[in-house]
Antibody
Framework: QLQLQESGPGLVKPPETLSLTCTVS??????????WGWIRQPPGKGLEWIGS???????YYNPSLKSRVTISVDTSKNQFSLKLSSVTAADTAVFYC?????????????WGQGAPVTVSS | QSALTQPASVSGSPGQSITISCTGTSSDVGGYSYVSWYQQHPGKAPKLMIY???NRPSGVSNRFSGSKSGNTASLTISGLQAEDEADYYC??????????FGGGTKLTVL
């Protein structure tokens, strides 16, 4: 049973870069069974897929965020990370990391508990 | 890439059945059989309830079922229980290796 845990600053100033890390336990991030993804949820709003990464580093991003997003993987630490640049108050959200499987790695099987991030000066 | 369209809210009484729709386009819901549904209770992470249109992960009650017709997928919950009160989100694989969520539906058990 995989477990995922987000970590990172809870407060980021505009227009700095938001950085979060997800630590995976209960399995190897490089097993190839899963892709790894980030999802965000603004206060009182719905879920938004940010992007996904394979263990080998192939990345897939939401077109609306692509210019500001970088997702990377560190197999030695069993972690993957999110960087979102030039943040504004509109980027305030709970950020979830997740493990994805399926033919197109399209279903979110495992979720972290979520990390709230506020963007404010 | 636009969010999939879900009703903002649905309600039902205990024991009844409800259905939540999720409408997309031929580039997402209509083009692939890779629609998933998630349940989210307040302050909690989402939980996978249905995948690939109509498959249930191990441990999910058989009161939850899914279907799809054209560009619209549906989640049906039968024998409604108080614990089913939550937000529900659909998601779909979309063209160009992207994923898209619906706007979410708040289910109220009366």
């Amino acid at each position: 049973q995989l477990q995922l845990q987000e970590s990172g600053p809870g407060l980021v100033k505009p227009p700095e870069t938001l950085s979060l890390t997800c630590t995976v336990s209960g399995g190897s991030i490089s097993s190839g069974t899963y892709f790894w993804g980030w999802i965000r949820q603004p206060p009182g709003k719905g879920l938004e897929w940010i992007g996904s990464i394979s263990y080998s580093g192939s990345t897939y991003y939401n077109p609306s965020l692509k210019s500001r997003v970088t997702i990377s993987v560190d197999t030695s630490k069993n972690q993957f990370s999110l960087k979102l640049s030039s943040v504004t108050a509109a980027d305030t959200a709970v950020f979830y990391c997740a493990g994805l499987s399926g033919y197109f790695y399209h279903k979110f099987d495992y979720w972290g508990q979520g990390a709230p991030v506020t963007v404010s000066s | 890439q636009s969010a999939l369209t879900q009703p903002a809210s649905v309600s039902g009484s205990p024991g009844q059945s409800i259905t939540i729709s999720c409408t997309g386009t031929s580039s997402d819901v209509g083009g692939y059989s890779y629609v998933s549904w998630y349940q989210q209770h307040p302050g909690k992470a989402p939980k996978l309830m249905i995948y690939d249109v109509n498959n249930r992960p191990s441990g999910v009650s058989n009161r939850f079922s899914g279907s799809k017709s054209g560009n619209t997928a549906s989640l049906t919950i039968s024998g409604l229980q108080a614990e089913d009160e939550a937000d529900y989100y659909c998601s779909s694989y979309a063209s160009s290796s992207t994923l898209v969520f619906g706007g979410g539906t708040k289910l109220t058990v009366l």
